[in-house]
Structures are given as structure tokens and as C-alpha cells.
Antibody
Framework: QVQLQESGPGLVKPSGTLSLTCAVS?????????WSWVRQPPGKGLEWLGE???????YYNPSLGSRVIMSVDKSKNQFSLKLTSVTAADTAVYYC??????WGQGTLVTVSS | DIQMTQSPSSLSASVGDRVTITCRAS??????LNWYQQKPGKPPKLLIF???NLQSGVPSRFSGSGSGTDFTLTISSLQPEDLATYYC?????????FGHGTKVDLK
């Protein structure tokens, strides 16, 4: 049974970089599927951030501009999200997912000084 | 970007009622449409993929239909555990946009 677990700082300062990791267990990140990030601001709906294949090919939400980078670490069976120049608008619960059929529990990231 | 418009934004229903939620895409997405259920404090749960395919383990009272631009999620007989917010998402193109959600509560 595949399980995903997000980890990273729960508090990031404005203009800083948000860095999250999603650890994958029960499956190989090298399987033929896409690994994604979705976020949800408090009390609001879901926003797709992007997805990455194990080869490193990635697609990002254009609304994030050049602030977002995703990566895969096959040796650790995990994938990561980096979001730079964060503002309060980036405060959200961040979820990782395996092709939308398996999700992590989510981690709240607050942007505040 | 493909815009996904869900309606209604909220609804109240009684246990046993038939509930229908609609999702319209701003352009044709074939059958690349997923439906999710989300309860407070929990991640989304995939209910339906490819417009009409029931995800493993999901009760058969949930069904999906549609293709092109218009899609429907139906709960044939609402149960107390179905109280949640439901989202559609297109997987036809990136960015993979979500609808704004439909909150289902008890009348």
C-alpha cells in the first residue's frame, strides 16, 4: 500500500523559500506515474501546483511563474517542492500526491515574520 | 487555462436523497475528469476517474457521467458519511485545474 508523507518547516518568513519533501513508501518513485503537489489555503479550494515524472520532466502552474521548482530523489524515494519569494498568499496546506489517487495527509505552511 | 465551473456551490439534502453536482469545462476535455471528496482536515479522496470510473473501494452509490464539457457526479442515496465538499478536476491539460467545490450538508 502506497503511503506519502510531507515534511518541512511549518513557518517561512516572507520573501523566503518554502521547501517541502514528500517521502514515498510502499512503491518506487521510478514507476511510470506522475507525482504532484496541490495546495489549499485555509478555508479555500484546491490549487494544482505542478507534477513531476521520475525522469525529472515537470509541469508547473504558470500562475507561480518562475518561483516553483520540483525535483525527484530516487536514492531516497522522495520528491520535493521549492517555492521562492513567498508571501502571505502562499500560506496553505500543501499536499503531495501520486497521480491523484493517493495523497499525503498534508502539511500546513504559514508565511509570516 | 481550462476553467472548471461547478454548481451548485453548496447544497442541503436529507439522508436518502439523490444528489447531483455538475461541472462544466471551458473547452472540451474528452473524459479527462476526476471527482474528489474532501472532509475537513483531510486530503482529497479520489471517487471517480475518467469521468465515469469508480475508484476502488468507493461505494457504488457514487457515479459519474459526461464527456466533452459537461459532467455530473451523482450520489444515489445520500448517507451521513457523505457530508463533505466535492471537487472536480480536469486532467486533460496542464495546469490541471479544479472546480471551486460543492459543499454538501444536511437539511
Amino acid at each position: 500500500q502506497v503511503q506519502l508523507q510531507e515534511s518541512g518547516p511549518g513557518l517561512v518568513k516572507p520573501s523566503g523559500t518554502l521547501s517541502l519533501t514528500c517521502a514515498v513508501s510502499g512503491d518506487s518513485i521510478s514507476r511510470s506515474t506522475w507525482w504532484s503537489w496541490v495546495r489549499q489555503p485555509p478555508g479555500k479550494g484546491l490549487e494544482w501546483l505542478g507534477e513531476i515524472f521520475h525522469t525529472g520532466t515537470a509541469y508547473y502552474n504558470p500562475s507561480l511563474g518562475s518561483r516553483v521548482i520540483m525535483s525527484v530523489d530516487k536514492s531516497k524515494n522522495q520528491f520535493s517542492l521549492k517555492l521562492t519569494s513567498v508571501t502571505a498568499a502562499d500560506t496553505a496546506v500543501y499536499y503531495c500526491s501520486k497521480w491523484y489517487d493517493t495523497w499525503g495527509q498534508g502539511t500546513l505552511v504559514t508565511v509570516s515574520s | 487555462d481550462i476553467q472548471m465551473t461547478q454548481s451548485p456551490s453548496s447544497l442541503s439534502a436529507s439522508v436518502g436523497d439523490r444528489v447531483t453536482i455538475t461541472c462544466r469545462a471551458s473547452q472540451s476535455i474528452s473524459n479527462f475528469l476526476n471527482w474528489y471528496q474532501q472532509k475537513p482536515g483531510k486530503p482529497p479522496k479520489l471517487l471517480i476517474f475518467s469521468a465515469s470510473n469508480l475508484q476502488s473501494g468507493v461505494p457504488s452509490r457514487f457515479s459519474g457521467s459526461g464527456s466533452g464539457t459537461d459532467f455530473t457526479l451523482t450520489i444515489s442515496s445520500l448517507q451521513p458519511e457523505d457530508l463533505a465538499t466535492y471537487y472536480c478536476q480536469q486532467s486533460y491539460a496542464t495546469p490541471r485545474t479544479f472546480g471551486h467545490g460543492t459543499k454538501v450538508d444536511l437539511k
